[in-house]
Each structure stands twice: as C-alpha cells, then as structure tokens.
C-alpha cells in the first residue's frame, strides 16, 4: 500500500515537473524550423521559455552541452557552449589570472551572438559573485557583481 501511494507521488510530482517546464506552450514552428536549420545534426532538444519572447533550447553537440536562444518569429539570438578550463584561450586566462585572482570559475561558456563571439564566466571569493563575459582577445566587455548580504533575518 505504501509503495503504491509513493509511486502515484512520484507520478504526480513528474507530471507536474514537466507541465511546469514548458507551461503548456507549443514551441512556434518558426523557431523549431530556425533552431533546425542552424543545428540540422541535432536530434534532441529540450525547450522552454526564456522571457515573454524569448525560446531556449537546449541540447548536446559532440557531447557539450548547449543552448541556442531563438525569439518567436525564429530569429537566431544567441548559443552558449560549456567549455572545460582547458578550452579558455591563454590570453582570456591571463586576465582571469591577473584581475580576477582568487576567484573560483563556477560556470565557463563560450557564446555566440550577432555581435561577435565571447567567454562568459561565473565565478566567486567568499560572498562575492562575479558574472563576467570578454571577448576572445581577453577584454572585458561587461561584468556585474553581486555579494551576499550576511544581515539576513
């Protein structure tokens, strides 16, 4: 009896869960045909909204995982790529090295948009959190910082 209540748990929970990924939306065919047409290898692709506008998918190439953002009339936006530490280009290291010492990369991508190409890292030193992204060349295009407020109730 137990198992069977917990099993119908589980059921439910797992149904909900993927409702809840895609709100009962229907990914627009524009994007599906567009996400297709610049990844025609890619077989499997999990989608969910970004913003209002925005569709991601994301998906495995050549055993990275990625994601490529399209907006609802299709329009590429963006992909991002999980690189390994081994992959950041010396120079782009460098400038970790130099200006971000200390700190810890927590996520490292590479990422393509209309505007050009960039390394996108998330990193952190205590309560701080960096969220940096530089062009290949090694300069920093933006970054934002965030520390933890240690005055929680």
């Not at 995982?65 to 120079?91: V, Y």
């Not at 290291?93 to 990422?111: H, M, N, P």
Request: charged share 40%.
């Amino acid at each position: 009896m137990k198992r069977t209540i917990l099993m119908a748990l589980a059921a439910a929970l797992i149904t909900s869960f993927s409702f809840a990924q895609n709100k009962g939306e229907v990914v627009p065919e524009k994007v599906e045909k567009a996400f297709h047409k610049k990844f025609p290898d890619v077989k499997k692709v999990r989608w969910e909204k970004e913003n209002a506008t925005v569709w991601e998918g994301e998906f495995k190439m050549n055993g990275t995982e990625c994601s490529a953002n399209f907006d609802q009339e299709g329009k590429w936006l963006e992909t991002e790529m999980e690189i390994k530490k081994t992959d950041i280009p010396a120079n782009v290291q460098r400038v970790l090295d130099e200006k971000y010492a200390g700190f810890k990369i927590e996520e490292s991508e590479k990422t393509e948009t209309m505007e050009g190409k960039f390394f996108e890292f998330e990193m952190e030193k205590g309560e701080k959190t960096i969220e940096l992204r530089m062009t290949p060349d090694g300069k920093v295009v933006s970054e934002k910082v965030e520390e933890e407020d240690d005055d929680k109730d």
